[in-house]
């Protein structure tokens, strides 16, 4: 049985194989434009590449992550439309791709789990209006599956404020990073280790029957 990470090469998905490594589990993670060094099997994957998206087929998943996205930082009236294109082909497009993929394949083992890494922007909203809409739609997603695909698979959501030492926050200036600390009502934020920690636990048996739920793990910020 193996983990299969969507987005690999990004700073959640990355920290999520080096833990994963140290519970010796198998691991098939997908990158773009980084490679790396890890124990995983790494695959590339364009998820812009309708070709590369319907070929990949990894066999005998028990969890499946996607921990990919892409965020524009603008908002309607600003995007070109390959930038819209873009964000929901990435972020949501793909994803629904792969899943009716792996489903009419049984490349899941049974039961499986799936795991959406989403953000506070699916419930909040966002300045950024198609990163959120992209984001959203990971909600509508799981809540399907938790309907209609239980018991063989299970799905959540975790919707994370800002991710503390995240690609997203060391491009931020001090004073953002510290306007975001101090609206946070537990003022901490979650960082990269603890998401990932957090995001392998939900396989435990412990939570057996979480199925269709979304964890705001922000702080009590919003949600």
Same mark, same amino acid.
Request: with cysteine; net charge negative.
């Given at each position: ?18 833990? +994963? ?17 890890? $124990? +995983?099997?790494? =695959? ?5 590449? %309708? ?23 603008? @908002? ?6 390959? %930038?819209?294109?873009?964000?929901? +082909?990435?972020?949501? @497009? ?27 922007? +699916? ?34 959501? !975790? ?17 953002? $990073? !510290?306007? *975001?600390?101090? *609206? %946070?009502? %537990?003022?901490?934020?979650? @960082? ?5 920690? !957090? ?14 739920? =979304? ?9």
């Amino acid at each position: 049985m193996s983990i299969c990470i969507i987005g690999g090469s990004s700073s959640v998905g990355y920290e999520l194989i080096r833990q +994963a490594e140290k519970l010796q589990e198998t691991i098939i993670a997908t990158y773009y434009r980084k490679h790396f060094d890890t $124990q +995983a099997e790494l =695959v590339h994957l364009n998820l812009l590449n %309708t070709n590369q998206v319907h070929a990949f087929q990894p066999k005998d998943v028990h969890h499946l992550i996607f921990a990919q996205g892409i965020l524009p930082g603008e @908002t309607l009236g600003e995007y070109e439309h390959k %930038t819209i294109e873009e964000t929901i +082909a990435i972020n949501l @497009t793909s994803t629904l791709t792969i899943l009716n993929n792996l489903i009419i394949n049984q490349c899941f083992v049974n039961p499986a789990l799936i795991t959406f890494v989403s953000s506070i922007a +699916a419930v909040q909203g966002s300045y950024d209006t198609a990163y959120a809409t992209s984001k959203s739609g990971h909600i509508g997603c799981a809540m399907s599956i938790a309907k209609h695909h239980a018991p063989r698979l299970r799905a959540n959501v !975790i919707c994370p404020g800002l991710i503390k030492d995240s690609g997203m926050y060391n491009s931020m200036s001090i004073d953002d $990073q !510290i306007r *975001h600390l101090e *609206h %946070t009502p %537990t003022k901490q934020l979650t @960082t990269v280790q603890h998401l990932a920690e !957090i995001i392998l636990k939900l396989d435990n048996e412990c939570f057996s029957n979480l199925n269709g739920a =979304v964890i705001n793990l922000n702080g009590g910020r919003f949600g």
